[in-house]
Structures are given as structure tokens and as C-alpha cells.
């Protein structure tokens, strides 16, 4: 079952057309890795795909139903968002900030209730943060920071997760850390997660589905292991490569070469 | 709590407003003011003189540490306030103008011309700090305001220079006083105070979240256009309303967030309620020192504010805009 879904989808800047006509079906309760080059539109595509970007044409599907149909606060609570590296007010706390997560559960007569508090509790614990809880966000590092919006989103409680660049301006511990976090979240929790991926490499070991975009349209989508080829790393990002197996989990891993020179090779 | 101990301050502060000034009054005479008025010259000064601009000074400090409070959080711009983002000089163009043509006596009526001039001018720095290099940024939109509130205070003072008439009328006003206004004047502002108030309030919640910035709140189900507009109104009412009836105080919009900040944490819920206890505090205070500094002479307390809020201004801008 494909949960979330767009159809003859066109999302636009400033009048600049950034996706085309895209055609894609999410499958749940599966990774999905958006992959492409640097302002190939898959950062408009993730907020295209949370109703944070009016279509200027087409449609995105939530269960079947138009998304920008359903009331936004009915949505957040299916489908949550965590764009690329969001800030906080200075002295904001960890908790302070994951009990926003629960603001689509609540209103003007149930404003905090037990399971609300549970909640929090269990995200911040999920997500290793329940000892800083108390702390400022802007007094943590990068890597628990990005935790502490993680957890904001698992207190939402959402089956569908979007998340833009989790593990952007992180060093390699936290980048793992992070991304186990989601694989452990798919696994035990069958979330289904949708994000964009800046390496290659991460997007084949962790994602089910990869998804690699070339000028706002869909280059190829599939497993990693029918669609991280040498030939789509050469026409998507102009780069020679040998694609090899993982040593450890068999994943396949991208061993850059050199940059190509004009599409040459490809042609003869 | 915590709020209780600050409603409890802010009382001792009307108190002393109501009990300090040029002519020295006993607590007890001021008591008496109330409950058994006897029309001597005491009772007088009381009724007529100190109650209003203790009340006065009470919602104009709420109202514009509020305002202020807002609008910091929506533009995510330190240094936003009334006065430094240009509403506080439209709202006080508008009020000119309204006397110089209109001639107008009655506050309840021309009130609506400061909310006008007040909208009109959010909207103006607001469309004019997005065209600047890299869109609405802190820097962009503060050189907006800076630029928009000279160019309406040169209109101003054009206005005033022609008409001598005008200028007799709103000339203490313009310094921003809190003096010379009786108890009908502040009837008649008071419902739109308690509406901004009330709207304002209501947003706590909301504006924590739109804090976090627009994409997170719209993914937490948040309408934030809704909460943006209804934000714009309570601001607009609130600044218009005290523009109208103390004239252009500056800087308690600015100082008062930060120091709250400081103070109770960034959860608007609780940031904004406390900002009015401040701000009314304050101007209560400062009130009071434009009253006793310079004895027998009075100053309007808006010639005070610079003196406390110029060098915080640059303290801000020093420490907190970044671009």
C-alpha cells in the first residue's frame, strides 16, 4: 500500500518550475532515499510532498485523499516534517521543544493531557535525549541537536516521517547515529520514512527505496541495488565511478573516479 | 505564581504613582481619594490627574512590551519594536494629520486613524524590507523601519511647521505623555487595549511554534497564515491605541521582550503575559522618575525612554543581529 503519493505534481518557485510532472508512489512503512545533485529540486519535492509548498500544478495524495483537502492539523498527525537544519530561540529546552510535537493532538479544551506527557517521554527516550532534556539547545552539539528535533517529530506521532538533510553539518558518529535512529524507528516501529540524502553511499546502505531525481523529473527509482549503476552516477552527477558491493552489509557503494568530461565515455 | 508576585508589584507601582508626585500626598489621603472623596484639591489631583495616567501608563507599558514581544517573535528579528520597525511613526503621522485636517477633538475617533497609519506602515516596512538583498532579513527589515519612520517624521514635522494651530495641539503629545489626559480619553481606548490584549494572549501558544520557523509550524498543523494576521491585528491595536492616547513612546517595545526573555524563557504562553506586567512596571516607573527628576518641571516620559533605550538599542545590535 502506497500511503502517500502525487500525481502530474508541478511545484514551482518564484514562477521557476523546480519539479515537472512528477509521477511517484511512496511505499510505506519503508526507507525512501531522495537522491540527485545539488538543486536538482528533491528539498521542493519533500516539501511539496508535507503540504509546506502549494502545487502550482497536480496533486499530492495522502490515503487516497487530495492532502491539501484534509485540515493541516489531520495531516500532522499522519505526517510529519523536519526541514533542513531548523533553528530554535536561543534557550529553548529540549523539552520545551519536543512537546510542541504533541500541538496537533490538542485545542482550546484538551490542552495537555496524560498521553501527551507519555509521549514526550517516550521520544525523548527513544531518541537518547531524556538526560538533556532540561537543557538549552543552543548549549548542546550539532549531533544531539539534531536528536532533540528528531524527537519533536517522533512526539508527533506520525506513521509517515519526512526529514530534509538529517545528517547535513554532522560528523560521521552523529551521521550513523542518526541514521540508525530512523532505521530502528522503520524497523521496530514500521514508520514509514522519506528523506533526502546528500551521500550516495548512506542512501544505499539505509534506504529499501531510492528515489534519484534529475532536474525536477525522476531519473530511476527502485532498490538501491538495481539503481545505483555506474551509468546513472555518470549522467546524474557527471562523475566516472565503479560501483562495488559493501564489504560488510553488500550494499552497493559508490567509488568515485574522476569528474567526467562532457558526457564523452557515455556517447561512444 | 510567579505571575501573581508581578500583579502584585505592578499594584505597589500604581500605588506609588497614584501617592508620589510634585505635591506630596499621604497613602492615607490617597485611600480616602477613593472611598470617601471630599472634593478638596488632594482628592482632586488624585481622581482626575494621577488615576488616568496611572492607568494610562499601565496599559500603554503592557501594550507596547506586548507589541513588541510579537512582533520579535514573527519576524524572528531581535531589535523589532514598535518604534524601531516605523508603526509607532505611522500611527503618529496618522494622529497629525487627523488634527490638521479634521480638526478632530474626540480620541474615540481618531484612534482609528492610528490604527490605520500603524497597519499601513507594518505593511509598508514589511513589503519594503522583503525587497532588499537576501529578502526579509533582521537587517533588511530594521534599515526598512529606520527609513520609513524618518520619511513619516519629516512628514510630520512638515505638517506641524505649517500649521501652528496643530502643532499647539499635539505638541506634548508628540514628545509621547502621559500627562493632561482625563479618565474619559482612557475609556475610550481602553476596549481596543483589551482586545489586543485578548488576541494577543490567545497566540502564546502559537507563536512558540511559529518561532520555530514557518516550515516547522506548518508541519505541526499549524494555519500560520491565520496566526500571522490575527498576530498583526492584536499589534496594530495595540500600538494605535497607545500612539493615540500617550503619543510616540519608543523603546519599551524593543527593551522590555529581551528583558523577559532573560528573565522567564522563550514560551510565549508565559513570555507574553509577563511582558505586560513589565512593561506596564516600567512605564510606571519611568513615569515617575519624568515626574520627580526635574522638580517642580515635569518632562514627558517619552523624552526619558531614549536615555535608558538608545544605549540598549545599540547593545542589541551589537551583540544580536546577524545577517
Redesign the interface.
Known amino acids: 500500500m502506497n500511503r502517500l503519493e502525487t500525481k502530474h505534481l508541478t511545484l514551482s518557485y518564484d514562477g521557476t518550475p523546480i519539479i515537472k510532472d512528477l509521477y511517484l508512489a511512496l511505499p510505506s512503512q519503508q526507507i525512501t532515499a531522495l537522491v540527485g545533485p545539488n538543486g536538482c529540486g528533491k528539498s521542493t519535492l519533500l516539501r511539496g510532498l508535507a503540504r509546506l509548498l502549494k502545487p502550482r500544478r497536480g496533486t499530492v495524495y495522502l490515503d487516497g485523499a487530495e492532502i491539501s483537502k484534509l485540515s493541516t492539523k489531520a495531516v500532522a498527525k499522519r505526517l510529519g516534517i523536519l526541514p533542513q537544519s531548523p533553528i530554535a530561540p536561543e534557550g529553548l529546552t529540549v523539552r520545551d521543544l519536543v512537546a510542541q510535537g504533541r500541538y496537533p493532538y490538542q485545542n482550546w479544551l484538551q490542552q495537555w493531557s496524560k498521553q501527551d506527557e507519555e509521549m514526550v517521554a517516550w521520544a525523548l527516550d527513544l531518541s537518547g535525549m531524556t538526560e538533556f532534556a532540561d537543557r538549552a539547545l543552543d548549549h548542546l552539539s550539532g549531533g544531539q541537536r539534531q536528536r532533540a528535533w528528531i524527537a519533536m517529530a517522533l512526539a508527533q506521532d506520525t506513521e509517515i516521517l519526512l526529514l530534509d538533510e538529517p545528517t547535513t553539518f554532522l560528523d560521521l558518529a552523529h551521521q550513523i547515529d542518526i541514521l540508525e535512529l530512523l532505521l530502528q524507528l522503520n524497523q521496530t516501529q514500521d514508520r514509514t520514512i522519506i528523506m533526502v540524502l546528500h551521500d550516495l553511499n548512506q542512501a544505499a546502505r539505509y534506504a529499501d527505496n531510492m528515489v534519484v531525481i534529475q532536474q525536477g523529473e525522476i531519473y530511476d527509482q527502485g532498490r538501491p541495488k538495481q539503481v545505483m549503476t555506474e551509468a546513472m552516477v555518470s549522467n546524474v552527477f557527471g562523475v566516472n565511478s565503479r560501483i562495488v558491493p559493501d564489504p560488510v552489509v553488500g550494499t552497493p557503494m559508490c567509488v568515485p573516479l574522476s569528474r567526467r568530461t562532457a558526457g564523452k565515455e557515455l556517447r561512444d | 505564581m510567579g505571575l501573581a508576585v508581578g500583579v502584585l508589584i505592578l499594584l505597589l507601582c500604581v500605588v506609588g504613582n497614584l501617592a508620589l508626585g510634585v505635591s506630596d500626598i499621604p497613602l492615607a489621603e490617597v485611600y480616602r481619594a477613593f472611598v470617601a472623596y471630599d472634593g478638596s484639591t488632594e482628592h482632586l489631583i488624585i481622581r482626575t490627574i494621577r488615576l488616568p495616567r496611572s492607568l494610562i501608563a499601565t496599559f500603554v507599558g503592557a501594550a507596547l512590551a506586548v507589541a513588541g514581544a510579537i512582533m520579535q517573535g514573527l519576524t524572528r528579528n531581535p531589535v523589532a519594536s514598535p518604534g524601531i520597525l516605523g508603526v509607532t511613526a505611522g500611527a503618529s503621522l496618522a494622529v497629525v494629520i487627523t488634527t490638521f485636517l479634521l480638526n478632530a477633538e474626540s480620541l474615540g475617533f481618531y484612534v482609528w486613524f492610528a490604527f490605520i497609519g500603524a497597519a499601513i506602515t507594518a505593511i509598508g516596512v514589511y513589503f519594503l524590507g522583503s525587497l532588499g538583498p537576501g529578502g526579509l532579513t533582521p537587517i533588511n527589515l530594521t534599515i526598512a523601519g529606520a527609513a520609513l519612520t524618518e520619511f513619516l517624521s519629516s512628514i510630520t514635522s512638515g505638517i506641524l511647521i505649517v500649521s501652528q494651530q496643530t502643532l499647539d495641539q499635539v505638541r506634548f503629545w508628540l514628545a509621547g505623555s502621559l500627562a493632561g489626559r482625563d479618565l474619559d480619553l482612557f475609556w475610550q481606548v481602553l476596549p481596543y487595549f483589551i482586545l489586543g490584549l485578548l488576541l494577543a494572549l490567545g497566540l502564546g501558544?502559537q507563536l512558540?511554534?511559529l518561532?520555530?520557523?514557518e516550515?516547522?509550524a506548518?508541519?505541526?498543523?499549524?494555519?500560520t497564515i491565520f496566526v500571522k494576521i490575527t498576530a498583526a491585528v492584536s499589534v496594530v491595536l495595540l500600538a494605535g491605541a497607545s500612539v493615540a492616547i500617550a503619543g510616540p513612546i519608543i523603546f519599551i517595545g524593543l527593551i522590555i521582550p529581551h528583558i523577559t526573555?532573560a528573565l522567564i524563557?522563550?514560551?510565549y504562553r508565559w513570555l507574553l503575559p509577563y511582558a505586560a506586567i513589565f512593561g506596564a512596571i516600567f512605564l510606571l516607573l519611568a513615569d515617575l522618575a519624568a515626574r520627580l527628576l526635574f522638580q517642580p518641571q515635569e518632562i514627558p516620559v517619552g523624552l526619558v525612554m531614549p536615555l535608558i533605550g538608545a544605549p540598549f538599542f545599540i547593545h542589541l545590535v551589537r551583540s544580536q543581529v546577524k545577517r
Open positions: 501558544r512558540t511554534m518561532s520555530l520557523g516550515d516547522v506548518k508541519g505541526l498543523g499549524q494555519r526573555r524563557g522563550v514560551d
